[in-house]
């Protein structure tokens, strides 16, 4: 598949399930896929003209019962195949750019210090992350069992899960290995 603008297929996949304000669409981004996926105001608003240009989303003007007027978007049938296409279709690569990865290789240019300050942060918030996961997959993933995408919905969180598990290895052998100056393994 050539280079393409995946927010638009992201946003496509979200408008499938029930037409959205720019608002809403962020909303549902961050309570749902936002550990893996994330889409900023700055992404979303432009792709939504671009969708809506090129006739894969609809737009219709709604009023609410507090504060102005916002606009609701759907898809329309032009969007549900391409985003068909586009879930068939091989997925690109994952490209990686990982600060701290950069950091730590160009490590003896920097203080060791520092180095375990930045792998102490890592792994708290990946240690927060994994009671999210523990949360998620308690109160909000068991109400969803039976549901047709329940299992893809509990398989992302497992990915999640198990690559968060393994940067929590990871920074606790990285920090143990940099806190006893053992350069041997």
Same mark, same amino acid.
């Given at each position: ?16 399930i029930e ?8 909303? !549902?981004?961050?309570?749902?896929i ?7 105001y700055?992404?979303? *608003? ?5 969708? &809506?240009?090129s ?14 007027a916002?606009?609701? !978007?759907?898809? &329309? ?8 296409n ?7 690569p994952?490209?990686?750019r ?7 290789y160009?490590g003896?240019?920097?203080?060791? &210090?520092d ?5 102490e ?15 998620? #997959?308690?109160?909000v993933?068991?109400? !969803? #069992? ?5 299992? *893809?919905?509990?398989? &992302? ?29």
């Open positions: 598949m050539a280079k393409s603008n995946k927010t638009e297929y992201a946003l496509l996949v979200i408008l499938s037409p959205m304000s720019c608002y809403d669409i962020r909303s !549902y981004v961050q309570q749902s936002g550990f893996f996926w994330q889409e900023s700055g992404q979303i *608003y432009p792709a939504l003209r671009q969708l &809506t240009a006739k894969l989303v609809a737009k219709r003007k709604a009023q609410t019962s507090r504060g102005p916002r606009y609701v !978007y759907s898809i &329309t049938k032009a969007g549900r195949r391409k985003f068909a586009w879930l068939a279709a091989e997925p690109e994952e490209k990686v990982n600060e701290l990865l950069l950091k730590l160009f003896t240019m920097g203080n060791p &210090t180095h375990i300050r930045h792998l942060s890592l792994l708290a918030s990946q240690n927060d992350r994994l009671k999210q996961f523990a949360q998620i #997959e308690k109160h993933l068991r109400q !969803y #069992e039976g549901v047709p995408d329940y299992p *893809y919905w509990r398989s &992302t969180l497992r990915f999640g899960q198990h690559v968060t598990r393994a940067r929590v290895r990871w920074c606790q052998e990285t920090l143990e290995w940099l806190k006893n100056g053992n350069n041997k393994k």
